[in-house]
């Protein structure tokens, strides 16, 4: 079945090289849609361990009083993450094999971020 928010995620994917897949969570790592080429239990317990990650920086930052994150980026193994805050409650993903392009690759996310925001709110 295709939503809105897959079709966005699979065209983010699809325009980086090495791009394996995309999500879209809650904050606290709950996948609420996705497109990837993983297998999709692979691909929910991914997002899942990234949330729980994104939410450790988050309260890292607001305990010393920075503000809020826009953008993590994980590195390891053969795998690079983006995950970028959409709002309080809720993040994109992508994840790309090495090397990624992360200008590019955060360019890309502004506009799919944008579109998540358009078609949720």
């Not at 080429?37 to 920075?66: K, P, Q, Y």
């Not at 790309?96 to 690759?105: D, F, I, K, R």
């Amino acid at each position: 079945m295709s939503t809105p928010f897959r079709a966005i995620l699979k065209d983010a994917t699809r325009a980086i090289p090495g791009a394996v897949g995309g999500a879209l969570a809650a904050g606290d790592g709950e996948l609420l849609d996705a497109w990837t080429e993983w297998d999709s239990d692979e691909w929910a317990f991914l997002t899942a361990h990234i949330g729980i990650i994104v939410n450790h920086v988050r309260c890292a930052m607001h305990t010393f009083h920075f503000g809020d994150v826009e953008w993590v980026f994980i590195h390891y193994g053969g795998l690079d993450l983006v995950a970028e805050q959409l709002g309080d409650k809720y993040f994109v993903l992508l994840a790309c094999t090495p090397p990624m392009n992360l200008g590019t690759t955060i360019d890309l996310m502004r506009s799919v971020a944008q579109a998540l925001r358009k078609e949720m709110f």
